[in-house]
């Protein structure tokens, strides 16, 4: 295992509020630089100073952007943690720590390699200023890997030029030093490289290095999106940070005028009135938020759906119940954003994966919003929102054009004759047509979270309000095969009796969201075992007809989500025609995210116990 | 723009405006409230107001919450888009629907229930935020809809019809409004159309939050000898400090004022309201001065009516926020957007 070249898991302990964020994500910039694909992922606590902090990198040649649930390399800069970093370490591993103060009787395992750099010595020999030498010392450590692991100096230098840009040169200068200072103590002290490093390659042209929160900002405003409403909450803040960021650049006039409104709310309640509000008025507009904020909003989600008014609602989800872990994640808010609100409610959602399929959907909820006149989630995770994945480049399409449903306009209500009527069903879709206030005379009408009538006017009629409720259905019903289709890969090559798709075995897995990258290693490693798995990743709900049908051609699929009571299978058994036995829950609920070796091992003890039986 | 209007019969002796239209152009569906309610002549009040000022019906935004009072907007302006929102919600409501158009005239109704209980904290929020609209409170002290409990504005003493006395002190309109900021701050009576009208005028020409505290008797639940929100009550008490005159533009100041008792103040569309002091105490253009003058009146249990405090100066949410002066609706599409997702990703490598 330690001749590992670009296949390996570095683990990074430290303490929040150091500035170890950065030298984390220089690290994980310079390997990408040096062509290698790479994952990063932050655990980070809910404290601005003080409390452990960790950041995983996997360098991975064979592209698996997951964790894979072992540490190859700990470098162990928490005092507080120590003695659980270096446990974590897997036999034949290294440690790196900081020497200036010795841990002989802690250093007790013989089967890791220890390496000893007295960063905290060196620095503070080199610079003068207290809050410098903090610094440096997360930068001595970069120069200390950059040895051992064969890292490029020059990209490392590049990215602080970049960072720090050319008129802060004393800086780039500064952080260089602290560079040599840890590469040449290590270059002095051990052979370098070590068997396990990073060896330069050409895997990585055509992809960028980017977080879901941010490309879900873009997707909003490349979407048209002008209206954003939220209340502050970890981990969806940087949504609306990174959204008004875009805006700031790109929706300004010459006179520096905005062409969009952001409003910090009172709460996620206002936050999600605000939206319905504008969405009423014909504009597109979204909020982010995450469980706490969902539960809050529960009263104009059910408002939005009956009364027909789009609105986006990212959730971005942390782990819950109640304040939870909000620097962790989780995906438990999928039946909540599904079905949330009072009365016969449901809501499409859309799952995306990683941060380029964030941006992709974020953009689609604003048309899919707009064409079925309802809130649409884009149900999102702290692992794709605030972690930095390496994606492939996100494509514009030129043909794109916003579907902005069935809106009458000027003309069309100049020609109505007789008057609007609000939730009439002409195309047979579900789908009524609407108008937007100030437009035209003839187009008022009166929205009501009240019992309406398909005229639109006020109803306590049995029959008038079942019609409007087995419509709203009907339009659900329309949604179901709009939505992004599941992606679905089987395993075999032989192909079905129609010849129209491949011959699926015997097993299926089945996840959403972020499980993506895990279940696909997971799958790869099975197979070379000598296990085959088709495979389905849900991306919307309402789940399109493909997925009763994988469900069906399987004897046995296994669903792998991350929440505690099996929310994903759930949703399955009550929306589709499944016969409950066929699902095997693979649940991973820790507020880490799921690894490759949590479904495999899942998997396997399934089988074994089938077995045994 | 103007519409060609669907012919309709109109009755020859009914004045028309400048528009051409007559007040049953301003009028909406018929109300279901109980007879005699003090909201059914804040309606009418409304309609009087909107017709006068020569408004496009289908340009004004009418909004409400849940309650008695906020079934309201389905009575008045029928060309007009109307939403009835959640039970206090209505200020978040019509935040979101100005951000998007701010073009149009917003004109919330709510509850003392609605406003003072429930949406307390969005009714803050809104004075806070400065969003232009006229936010009526048509205030009767109980909950009309659920049946006559006391709401939040009932006086300390005041009795059900079974005569169990509220203990809580009130919470005023009035004074939580001036005192959050609110640049527009009114309190007017159902039964005095003379005196609300050109409140209501003034409040939907008024660039800000315009709120409006209307004492609304309710005949079913809180009308009898004991409440203080009775018509006969209210009438006694009533305290009328000012009266404000509602001059459109370009229109001459033809009344004659007494000296020292008359303050025009010219409103951001080239109109004026003419503040005229029927009590020389009062300055409503000193908000500490008001808020004193206010005290001192309720402990003589007055209800003490008027503009009681305006501020023609202070910025809209829209100018807050330098908003390009149109609506949002369908201004966000990037014809650059393949140059702007270029340039992110160029950063990202
Ligand atoms: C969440 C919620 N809780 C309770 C209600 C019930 N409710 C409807 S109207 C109302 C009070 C209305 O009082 P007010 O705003 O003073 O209006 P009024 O009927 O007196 O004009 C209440 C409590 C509701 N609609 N929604
Ligand atoms: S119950 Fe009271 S508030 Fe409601 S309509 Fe009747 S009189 Fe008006
Ligand atoms: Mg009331």
Redesign the pocket.
């Given at each position: 295992m330690t001749g590992r070249v670009n296949d390996f898991t570095l683990k990074i302990a430290t303490v929040n509020g150091t500035g170890s964020a950065s030298a984390n994500s220089l690290l994980m910039k310079a390997i990408f630089r040096m062509g290698v694909p790479v994952m990063g992922k932050n655990y980070f606590p809910s404290n601005i100073q003080g409390l452990p902090t960790w950041y995983e990198i996997r360098v991975t040649d064979p592209g698996h952007l997951t964790r894979s649930g072992e540490v190859n390399f700990m470098v162990a800069l928490n005092a507080e943690t120590f003695a659980k970093d270096h446990a974590e370490v897997t036999p034949g591993g290294y440690l790196l720590y900081d020497s200036t103060w010795p841990r002989t009787r802690e250093l007790d395992r013989d089967d890791i390699h220890v390496i000893g750099v007295p960063l905290a010595r060196m620095v503070n020999h080199h610079f003068v200023d207290a809050r410098t030498r903090i610094l440096m010392k997360n930068v001595a450590f970069v120069g200390a890997l950059a040895a051992l692991l064969d890292l490029d100096l020059d990209v490392i230098e590049q990215l602080l030029t970049e960072t720090f840009g050319a008129r802060k040169a004393e800086l780039v200068k500064a952080n260089m030093e602290a560079v040599k200072l840890g590469y040449d103590d290590v270059r002095e002290h051990y052979d370098c490289p070590l068997p396990m490093h990073v060896r330069r390659a050409d895997m990585t042209a055509g992809h960028v290095i980017v977080d879901g929160n941010t490309t879900a900002a873009l997707g909003a405003m490349l979407a048209g999106a002008t209206v954003g409403a939220w209340y502050p909450l970890t981990p969806s803040t940087s949504v609306m940070d990174a959204f008004k960021g875009f805006c700031e650049k790109y929706r300004r006039t010459a006179d520096g005028e905005r062409e969009y409104v952001l409003l910090q709310a009172e709460d996620e309640l206002a936050a999600g009135g605000m939206v319905m509000g504008a969405g009423w008025m014909g504009a597109r507009a979204f909020t982010a938020t995450s469980g706490p904020g969902i539960s809050l909003m529960n009263e104009f989600l059910s408002f939005g759906y009956y009364t027909e008014i789009p609105g986006v609602v990212f959730d971005i989800q942390r782990v819950g119940p109640s304040t939870g872990m909000p620097t962790r994640t989780q995906q438990s808010d999928l039946m909540e954003c599904a079905y949330a609100g009072h009365g016969d409610t449901r809501h499409l959602c859309l799952y995306p994966a990683d941060p380029a399929e964030a941006f992709h959907f974020s953009m689609r909820a604003f048309d899919l919003a707009e064409h079925f006149q309802t809130p649409v989630f884009l149900v999102s995770d702290l692992d794709i929102g605030m972690n930095e994945w390496m994606v492939p480049e996100l494509q514009w399409d030129p043909r794109y054009r916003p579907d902005r449903g069935k809106v009458l306009g000027r003309d069309d209500l100049e020609r109505l004759s007789g008057p609007f009527r609000r939730y009439m069903d002409p195309d047979n879709d579900g789908v009524p047509f609407r108008t937007l206030p100030g437009v035209h005379p003839a187009g008022a009408f009166f929205t009501r979270g009240s019992g309406h009538s398909k005229h639109g006017t006020y109803t306590e009629d049995a029959a008038e309000y079942q019609e409007v409720m087995d419509r709203l259905r009907r339009k659900f019903e329309t949604a179901r095969e709009h939505v992004p289709a599941p992606l679905i890969e089987y395993a075999g090559k032989a192909f079905s009796a129609d010849g129209r798709r491949p011959q699926p075995v015997k097993y299926g897995m089945l996840t959403v969201g972020s499980g993506d990258s895990a279940v696909r290693e997971a799958r790869q490693n099975m197979k070379a075992g000598g296990t085959e798995i088709d495979y389905c990743r849900v991306r919307a709900f309402p789940f399109s007809d493909d997925v009763q049908r994988f469900i069906d051609e399987h004897d046995t699929v296994f669903v792998v989500e991350q929440n505690r009571d099996a929310q994903l299978k759930s949703m399955l058994l009550c929306e589709l025609e499944v016969d409950a036995d066929k699902l095997v829950s693979v649940l991973h609920y820790n507020g880490l995210p799921i690894a490759s070796m949590d479904v495999e091992a899942a998997v396997l003890d399934h089988f074994r116990k089938a077995k045994a039986s | 723009m103007s519409f060609m209007k669907k012919p309709q019969v109109h009755h020859a002796e009914l004045p028309v405006n400048g528009l051409g239209y007559t007040v049953r152009d301003y009028e909406g569906g018929m109300s279901?409230?109980?007879a005699?309610?003090?909201?059914?002549s804040i309606t009418a009040a409304l309609i009087q107001a909107c017709w006068g000022l020569d408004i496009e019906p289908y340009r004004v935004a009418k909004m409400s919450g849940i309650?008695?009072?906020s079934?309201t907007p389905a009575y008045f302006l029928r060309e007009a888009h109307g939403i009835n929102a959640l039970h206090g919600r209505m200020p978040s409501i019509a935040t979101g629907a100005n951000a998007a158009n701010g073009e149009l005239h917003f004109l919330g109704v709510s509850?003392d229930g609605d406003s003072l209980s429930i949406g307390f904290g969005q009714f803050a929020h809104a004075i806070r935020r400065n969003v232009n609209m006229l936010y009526l409170i048509?205030n009767?002290g109980?909950y009309?809809?659920t049946?006559?409990q006391f709401s939040a504005s009932a006086d300390i003493g005041s009795t059900t019809k079974r005569g169990e006395a509220n203990e809580q002190p009130p919470i005023d309109p009035v004074m939580t409004a001036i005192s959050l900021g609110c640049t527009f701050v009114a309190r007017g009576f159902s039964g005095d159309k003379e005196q609300l009208v050109p409140l209501i005028q003034a409040g939907l020409r008024h660039r800000g939050f315009a709120m409006i505290d209307i004492i609304?008797?309710?005949?079913?639940?809180?009308?009898h000898e004991g409440s203080t929100k009775s018509y006969a009550h209210t009438r006694e008490y009533f305290h009328p400090a000012i009266h404000a005159d509602f001059i459109p533009p370009r229109e001459e100041i033809r009344a004659e004022y007494e000296k020292g008792r008359a303050m025009p103040v010219e409103l951001h569309d080239g109109s004026t309201i003419v503040l005229r002091k029927i009590d020389v105490d009062h300055d409503p253009t000193d908000r500490a001065g008001a808020i004193a003058y206010l005290e001192r009146h309720r402990e003589a249990r007055e209800i003490v009516t008027g503009l009681l405090y305006l501020e023609e100066e202070g910025s809209d949410l829209h100018a807050n926020n330098r908003t390009v002066p149109r609506s949002l609706v369908d201004i966000g599409m990037h014809e650059n957007a393949e140059a702007i997702l270029e340039e992110f990703q160029a950063g990202c490598r």
């Open positions: - | 279901t409230l109980c005699g309610c003090g909201h059914d309650g008695c009072s079934k509850g048509e009767n109980v009309g809809l049946k006559g609304s008797p309710c005949v079913a639940f809180n009308d």
